[in-house]
Structures are given as structure tokens and as C-alpha cells.
């Protein structure tokens, strides 16, 4: 038993492990930060564009709901296209914060240009070896 919890602290103790642990912690903070955003803020500002409508609500009704006095005898069916349009928005929205992310990433981890270094001065071995060459070539 020892044995597996020592195997386990080892796998838990990667590095990988940890970095993938902190990112999924981060991407939960940010998804609540993108849905209060987008339910508090950029929802209410698109309702009032199209005439005050609260879109969260919007609901295309395809049948009543059925009543008995104030009980409800068949739940009322519909299609919740304002939750739909709200999840939509906020899929872009994270999705373009993530490619501007990665934009940033690249752009850091790309090296700058160097300039290409000048060919080393040939040493002088290379240099008694080119004279004999040349020495030879007039020989002959």
C-alpha cells in the first residue's frame, strides 16, 4: 500500500502535472469571469439594442403550458433560444480571448533575428593546405 501511495505522490509531484492542474483551475476562473460578463453585462447591452428584451428569457414558445386553476397540468414546451444565443456569445468570446493568448505566446517565444554570422577566418592549417593545392595545381 505504501508502494502505491509513493507511485502516486510521484505522479502528482510532475511538473506536468501540477502546470495542467493550475491551467484547469485558471480556465474555471476564467469561464465565471466570461459568463458574468457576458450575462451582466454585454447581454443586457444587446437586449436594450433590439428594444429592452431580456434575451436569457427569450423563449419561442411551441406549445402553452396547461393549467388547472393555479396548477400546472402539462409543463408549457419551448425552445430557450435566448440561453442558446448567450452560450454562443460566450463561446466567442472566450475562444477569441484564447487566440489572442496564443498570439501573445508565439510572438514572445519567437526568436529574434540574428544576423547571420560572417564566414570564420580559415585557420592556418587551412591555409598551408590551400597553398599546396594551389602550388600543385600550377605544376601541372
Do not use: C, H, Y
Not at 514572445?108 to 602550388?135: C, F, G, N, V, W
Amino acid at each position: 500500500m505504501k508502494k502505491f501511495f509513493n507511485e502516486f505522490k510521484e505522479f502528482a509531484m510532475r511538473g506536468n502535472v501540477l502546470d495542467m492542474a493550475i491551467g484547469v483551475i485558471l480556465a474555471t476562473a476564467f469561464g465565471q469571469i466570461t459568463s458574468t460578463l457576458i450575462n451582466n453585462v454585454l447581454m443586457p447591452l444587446i437586449g436594450w439594442a433590439f428594444g429592452g428584451i431580456d434575451l436569457s428569457k427569450l423563449d419561442i414558445v411551441l406549445r402553452e403550458a396547461v393549467m388547472d386553476g393555479e396548477a400546472v397540468v402539462q409543463e408549457a414546451v419551448t425552445i430557450g433560444i435566448g440561453t442558446f444565443l448567450t452560450a454562443i456569445i460566450n463561446f466567442i468570446l472566450i475562444a477569441f480571448v484564447v487566440f489572442l493568448f496564443v498570439k501573445a505566446m508565439n510572438a514572445a517565444k519567437k526568436p529574434k533575428e540574428e544576423p547571420a554570422p560572417a564566414d570564420p577566418e580559415p585557420s592556418a592549417e587551412e591555409k598551408l593546405l590551400t597553398e599546396i593545392r594551389d602550388l600543385l595545381k600550377e605544376k601541372q
